[in-house]
């Protein structure tokens, strides 16, 4: 069900991308474990709250619940993205005048290449996004793409995905969570990454000698 497809920034609007069900579940798992949300600052790398950021969120492990894994498998073969080379679906709350303000997904040069430009080892950089919005606020809680004036509206089970393949705002992938003017939104998002990403929630593996 693509709705909307652009080039400049790379963008699709997908429906239906999520069930009802499965976007009332999502809601209800996160919903006891929410804790406010970080930003990173782009020249140390090191997470804290801000006001950039005023919603609520939970991370969950890759293929933490049966759910999880089935909404990861149904990007997997929408996007043709591996699902281990993506983060872990974390999980939203903005409440009345929640916001997220204009940003990049991106990671800065700063935080993903030595002092010299040498890209640092293992770091992977997030190439994509894809928000999935899980209800529909009464009022306000859009997502806005600045570059290009474009904003959408969140609709119950509906994807947006939109991709940066360098990291710099000529991919005119700018955009931000708009306050929500009455009711509460939750949105979950997908980052992906240009390589394989270990899950720094991931279980230990077992000892190989049990
Ligand atoms: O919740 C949103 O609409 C939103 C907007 C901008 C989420 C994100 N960014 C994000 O999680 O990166
Ligand atoms: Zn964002």
């Known amino acids: 069900h693509v709705l909307l497809s652009m080039h400049r920034p790379k963008l699709m609007m997908v429906g239906k991308m999520l069930a009802?069900?499965?976007?009332e579940a999502l809601i209800e798992s996160a919903r006891d474990r929410l804790e406010p949300s970080s930003v990173m600052d782009h020249k140390?790398?090191?997470s804290s709250q801000s006001t950039v950021r005023t919603s609520h969120g939970t991370f969950f492990r890759r293929g933490e619940t049966e759910l999880i894994q089935r909404i990861e498998q149904r990007l997997e073969r929408f996007l043709a993205w591996p699902v281990d080379w993506g983060e872990g679906l974390q999980v939203l709350r903005y409440g009345l005048d929640h916001e997220y303000k204009p940003?990049?997904?991106?990671?800065?040069?700063?935080v993903t290449r030595t002092h010299a430009g040498q890209p640092l080892e293992g770091a992977?950089?997030?190439?994509?996004?894809?928000?999935?919005?899980?209800?529909?606020?009464?009022?306000?809680?859009?997502t806005a793409f600045t570059d290009v004036h474009l904003e959408v509206a969140p609709r119950?089970?509906?994807?947006?995905?939109?991709a940066y393949d360098r990291p710099y705002p000529t991919t005119l992938t700018r955009h931000s969570g708009c306050?929500?003017?009455?009711?509460?939104?939750?949105?979950?998002?997908?980052?992906?990454?240009?390589?394989?990403?270990?899950?720094?929630?991931a279980l230990?593996?077992?000892?190989a000698d049990g």
């Open 179 to 201: 306050p929500v003017l009455a009711g509460e939104k939750w949105v979950a998002t997908k980052w992906l990454r240009d390589r394989r990403f270990e899950d720094p929630l």
């Open 44 to 46: 140390t790398g090191s």
């Open 204 to 207: 230990p593996h077992p000892a």
């Open 124 to 142: 992977s950089q997030r190439v994509a996004t894809v928000l999935l919005y899980l209800n529909e606020p009464e009022e306000g809680g859009g």
């Open 20 to 23: 009802e069900d499965e976007c």
């Open 156 to 162: 119950r089970g509906m994807a947006v995905f939109f």
């Open 103 to 110: 940003h990049h997904d991106y990671f800065s040069h700063l």
